[in-house]
Structure formats: C-alpha cells, structure tokens
C-alpha cells in the first residue's frame, strides 16, 4: 500500500517544480469570465471572445441548440446563441465545455481511467443541475458546473500515476490514493483558477459526508446528494435511514425514499445533458 501522505508530498512537489502542470483555463476561458463579471459587456463582446476559439463556437452551438435549451427557431451564429443561453450561464458552459477538453489522457494506458472520471463527473453534474432548478438562491447552471468539477483534482493525480508502475497494476489502490489525495488538489486548481469559494469548496468536500453548510444549502450539498443518488442508482446500497442521517440531504430536502430519476422528465433532462458532454 502506498503512503498517500508521502505520494501526496511527491505530487505537490512535481507539481510546484513543473514536473506535472495543473490543467489551466485556456485563455478564451479567461476573457469571457472577465467579460461577465464586468456586467456591461454586450453579448456582441462576449460572442466575439469565443469566436476565436473555432471548436468552442461550434460546440456553443450545438448546446443552444440542444434539447435543454433550444427554442422555436434554430440558432446558426454565436450572438444569437449568447442572447439565447444568456451571458451568465454562456460563462459556466464555455468552463464546462472547456472541461472535456481537460479530461483527456496523455497515453492509452490510461485513457479509460479518464474517461471513466469525465463521465461520472457529468452524470453528477446533470444530477447536480436538476437538484438546484427548484432553489430560490442557487443557479442550476452553477450546480451543473459544480459537479463537472467537483473531482478535477483526480487529473494531476492520475497523470503522476503514470511513473507508479503499482498504482497502474492495481485499480483498487488508484481509487484509493485519487480519493484521498482529490480534494486537496481539486482544491488548489479552482484557487489557482480564481474561481468563487462557493465552488472552491466543492472538490473540497464532494467526499465529505459530515459536511455541514452555514445556512441555506449550498453547492457542496448539492454535488453530495448527486452523488448519493448516483450511488443509489448503480448498485441501490445506501438505504434510507444512512441518508436521512446525513446532513447535506436532509439540507436539500429529498425524502430519502425518493429516487430522483424516477421523477416525471428527470431521467430526459439527464439523458440530455449527457449526450452535450458525451461525445
């Protein structure tokens, strides 16, 4: 069994002499978050940002054009596509969509591995998006971010893995050092990235089942019960009264006995979300 502290002292140490680069937001990325948060940038402004990244404009818009967002007209240019989806939510797709992007492996060995974090991360963050639509003070589009992100920290981690030969010849000790090691470094990326605490706090918790938020309910509550209900969903092994005793579900209100995706158009608003970061 590998010490997690000492691989965890090795980790930031690559990482703090460029050995293993943590994934950076590329720079459209960038400029659209600082276009938003000056608040009197137009779409027009916005639509111009990302119409230098020719994959990321296309990829825009097919998402306004997707079952969960589309309206009676088709949309063919990246200003109505802004206008649409509003500049708010445009910011949390383009991170979103840039995360897909990151999630990719840097040799076949560990390509499924990958793969295998980038779809639960947006099964949890389809299941993150339907949570929050009824919330008065959460947005559902930065609960859906939130549960994209929540296990980013797995990525440097699996790319170090790649020099351990016993983490690569045994999965269960990978699990088991990226669950321990995850929520510090998801951590450390979304400070480095200069995202919010609200979202900070995410990869910093997500394994956190003690988690208690100061008042109303928070992202981190949000992103726990998806993956409690994601749980439920593979192999229907938490039973009632385990959930009921835990604070984040109790906060977000679900009878312990409701599976969410047998709500009337739940299991379609996931289907499709996961078919717009499935590709």
């Given amino acids: 069994m590998i010490d997690e502290n000492q691989f965890l002292q090795k980790l930031n140490d690559a990482i703090d002499h460029n050995r293993i680069t943590l994934p950076t937001l590329p720079e459209v990325a960038l400029k659209v978050r600082d276009a938003v948060e000056r608040e009197q940038s ?19 818009l097919q998402v306004a054009n997707s079952p969960l967002y589309r309206g009676r007209v088709t949309i063919d240019n990246l200003q109505m596509a802004v206008a649409r989806l509003g500049v708010r939510l445009v910011r949390s797709l383009v991170i979103s969509l840039i995360m897909q992007q990151i999630f990719q492996a840097t040799s076949d060995l560990l390509d499924a591995k990958f793969r295998q974090v980038w779809e639960e991360s947006v099964e949890i963050a389809a299941l993150s998006r339907v949570l929050a639509a009824n919330t008065d003070h959460l947005d559902k589009e930065q609960a859906m971010l939130a549960g994209l992100i929540h296990n980013i920290g797995a990525l440097p ?25 995850s929520p510090r470094i998801g951590q450390r990326i979304l400070e480095m990235w200069d995202f919010p605490e609200s979202l900070i706090r995410v990869p910093a918790n997500f394994l956190n089942l003690d988690y208690t938020s100061e008042g109303e309910m928070d992202y981190v509550d949000i992103v726990l019960v998806a993956r409690l209900e994601s749980q439920m969903n593979d192999n229907g092994s938490i039973d009632a009264t385990t959930l009921s005793q835990i604070p984040a579900f109790v906060k977000v209100g679900l009878e312990p006995e409701v599976n969410i995706i047998e709500i009337e158009g739940v299991a379609d608003d996931i289907q499709n979300i996961e078919v717009m970061f499935i590709s």
């Fill in 42 to 60: 137009s779409a027009n402004q916005i639509a111009d940002i990302i119409a230098s990244d020719a994959a990321l404009s296309a990829r825009l």
């Fill in 157 to 181: 981690i699996l790319a170090f893995a790649e020099s351990h030969d016993e983490l690569l010849e045994d999965a269960e000790e990978l699990d088991r050092i990226i669950d321990a090691l």
